[in-house]
């Protein structure tokens, strides 16, 4: 199929181009705007208690209140509040109201705080709306305009709350952005004219990748737009490192083995269809495996990873098709000119260093095994020290941007749960009234839960049937206390329900309890499943039964020493109270289906070795020779254009920049070159059983690797030339 494929493109190479830029332009032309929503509850399904009291609230209390953005005023000077700057907070507060900004429903001063130096503007925003970017909109102009309010009185205000986080989450992804796409391009195209020393080599790909991004973007759209998914500002950041990475690995697939075929005295457009026909089936195993991984990802209770696994498997399948048609199709009407002007590709270099480390790993197979499996194991106890933070805004921008300070300091100067109380919503099951009489007992019970600082009845609906107790606790909502107190109040809040009344609770640390809940549910389906379909896809390729076992246990082993490593670096190195929460399972597919491309590579090339007749140490030897240089710079580009995220500024991006570069480079360097191939030795023949795909086929003993390795029989190109 693979050499049809090539022999198709480098016959009609201006129509594959053409085909490709009408797709560009028709996609681009036509797709919808991206969607994206910063709203945590969003992202979970109704089936969570904390989604079902929000629909209580919205039922029963439509126009309950419920600050989207909060002013926090305090004295230039930093003293306590005068009378007359109370009466400017009042006066700023009206005068904000009367705007009539869009999305703002009401304005009304909040509770000063307890030593007397803060005071409080609370801005309600269509509830509707909440996470979507009208709102970070309109957090903007309320921004602007309670500043401009207070210019004059000895006051400086900051606004904060979800919407304002929203905006410098917005502001942040931005700039973001904007330095993970440099920092990709740079790296792409230094390390591409360090290994070619050819211009053309180092642009053309990111030229290519330029044009699958865009196509992708669209089809991405259009697959939002129809499955309704969630959106987030982060799988922006990482689609351009996925397409820019992922992109560039089977690039370089392709471009090593064309290289090989040159030197192997092949004309240049036989050895593009060699190339393709050699190396396609590994590249189409590679992307089927990510692709796999990343749909596993629907399986996911989150919103978030909903959308994110579709996305990154779209931007996949185009870049697995541009691999096996686009830049054969455009190499080919170029040839050998795209390594101007340096004449290495020529010849082979005598003494190469992979030669070397071929070597040592056909000789000592067994010590090779051993030091890169415990070097694996010991990174791996990093893991026991796990621990997940759930504060998606503040993990996604810096902490001195303007809402973070403004979280920052009402914990300081209020409760610290202040600014995201948690909700009691008692409601009757048989539609009659609530008994009143129990109210300030009930309310009592919430109150003497170790961890809550205040609880009290706030209001009633007209027909008497929910009540709502504000519980406001000691600690900051994403908090690893306050999500174990919201969990108490809960059972508290359920234990303690009259008959004939539900009782469910609401708020931010409700949702992150979920969201806890909703990762661990994930933890038990999607690795699993995730596992099982690469295996498949790996029993497919090899023919065997065997070998799938021990490549997913050493990628696994692979994921376990990447979480340690993050592990010690973030919460044991720099303090921090533990990592986000979505962090492993992004790691786990990232890590698990791209670190298995190389493993895919380098068992590829090394049963081409062993069916050109050689015993499974030298076969070894051999793949890791020829192999190793694509695995080592496909590697490298990958783990350094991940790395890029690290220069975002904010935690979420950092640590997945460092989890995922790190573990692509385990994969690549640790893996692929030393354990799965000394391995493969050890184990022998049995590794490909109960197939014989490691045998030579009858009648091709000594023949050409373009020949043996994959399809018995070779096409003849138009020339009639075999290649």
Partial sequence: MFRRIGNTVVRHPVWTIVAWLIAAVAIVATAPGLPSSSDESSFLPKSYESIKAADVQQEAFPSAFTPSAIALYQRTDGGKLTAADQQDVARITSELGKKHIDQVQRVIPGQPSKDGRYALTLVQMDSKNAGQPKQADAAKVVREDVKALTKGTQLEVKLGGSAAQALDQQDSSKRGEALIGIGTFVIILVTLLIIFRAPILAVLPLILIGLVSAIANGLIAYATKLFDLQANSSVSSILIVVLFGVGTDYFLFLMFRYRERLRAGDEPKQAMINAVARVGEAIASAAGAVIIAFLALVLSTLGFLKQ?????????????????????????????????????????????????????????????????????L????????????????????????????????????????????????????????????????????????????????????????????????????????????????????????????EALVGGMSSIYKDIDAAVNHDYRTVF????????????????????????????????????????????????????????????????????????????????????????????????????????????????????????????????????????????????????????????????????????????THGADPAVAAGEEELTQDPAGRRG
């Fill in 528 to 699: 699993p499943v995730a596992a099982v379909l690469i295996m498949l896809i790996l029993g497919l390729l090899l023919r065997s039964v065997v070998a799938p076992w021990y490549l997913i246990a050493s990628v696994g082993l692979g994921f376990g020493a990447t979480l340690g490593a993050t592990v010690l670096i973030f919460q044991n190195g720099q303090g921090h109270p533990g990592l986000m929460f979505m962090l492993p399972v992004i790691m786990y597919l990232f890590v698990v289906a791209i670190g298995t491309d190389y493993n895919i590579l380098m068992i590829a090339r090394l049963r081409e070795e062993a069916r050109e007749g050689r015993d499974p140490r030298e076969a070894a030897g051999m793949a890791l020779r020829h192999a190793g240089p694509t695995v080592a710079a496909a590697g490298f580009i990958l783990a350094a254009t991940f790395a890029t995220m690290m220069l975002a500024g904010n935690s979420l991006l950092t640590e997945m920049g460092f989890a995922v570069s790190f573990g692509i480079a385990i994969a690549a360097f640790v893996m692929a070159m030393f354990f799965t191939p000394s391995l493969t030795a050890l184990i022998g023949h049995a590794a490909w059983w109960p197939g014989h795909a490691d045998r030579a086929p009858a009648g």
């Fill in 308 to 376: 994110m696994g579709p996305a990154l498997a779209i931007a996949v399948t185009v870049t697995l098709i541009a691999g096996l048609t686009l830049i054969p199709a455009v190499v080919s009407l170029i040839g050998p000119k795209v390594f101007w002007p340096s004449k290495s590709w020529q010849k082979e270099p005598e003494n190469a260093r992979f030669a070397a480390l071929g070597r040592g790993v056909q000789r000592r197979p067994a010590l090779t095994a051993a030091l890169s499996g415990v070097v694996l």
């Fill in 378 to 501: 010991v990174l791996s106890l990093g893991t026991l020290g796990f621990n997940a933070t759930f504060d998606l805004a503040s993990g996604s921008m810096p902490k001195t941007k303007e809402s973070m300070v403004v979280q920052d300091e009402m914990q300081k100067a209020y409760s610290a749960g202040a600014a995201a109380p948690t909700d009691v919503y008692l409601s009757s099951t048989d539609g009659k009234p609530l008994d009143k009489a129990g109210f300030d007992a009930y309310a009592r019970k919430l109150g003497d839960v170790d961890g809550v600082a205040d609880a009290k009845l706030s209001q009633v609906n007209e027909g008497g049937t929910t009540a709502d107790f504000t519980v406001t606790l000691k600690y900051e909502a994403s908090t690893d206390k306050a999500i174990d107190t919201v969990g108490e109040v809960r059972d508290v809040a359920h234990a303690n329900a009259p008959d004939g009344t």
